[in-house]
């Protein structure tokens, strides 16, 4: 399995950006899938960008041209850059993994993630 430790959230206004980043306990190489979803008091959690190992990646329509998924080979980590955020962004953001091509890595498929960091906050205020 991996373990996962998210970074990066904090408290932002309304067309503000903020970076988050995940890094996990092996090799990002060594992950088939990748992926950061959120949970919204009272919501159901919510799938946001994924990254599998071919570099293919899956948005939610409410962030795509806002957010952009990535990796840092370097640093051994997965990235979310997030622009011109809005209140409804407002979250507790969570990376996910898992390390099975069988699987689907797509944001609408959160079932198929067996690994979860403990999350970190991400305020947006108007």
């Known amino acids: 399995q991996v373990q996962l430790v998210e970074s990066g959230g904090g408290s932002v206004q309304a067309g503000g950006s903020l970076r988050l980043s995940c890094a996990p306990s092996r090799y990002t190489y060594n992950i088939y899938c990748m992926g950061w979803f959120r949970q919204a008091p009272g919501k159901e959690r919510e799938g946001v960008a994924t990254f599998d190992s071919l570099g293919r990646t899956t948005y939610a329509d409410s962030v795509r041209g806002r957010f952009t998924i990535s990796k840092d080979s370097a640093k051994n980590t997965l990235n979310l850059q997030m622009n011109s955020l809005k209140p409804e962004d407002t979250a507790m953001y969570y990376c996910?993994?898992?390390?099975?091509?069988?699987?689907?890595?797509?944001?609408?498929?959160?079932?198929?993630?067996?690994?979860w960091g403990p999350g970190t906050q991400v305020t947006v205020s108007s």
């Open positions: 996910a993994a898992h390390l099975s091509p069988s699987r689907r890595c797509a944001v609408w498929w959160a079932g198929g993630f067996d690994n």
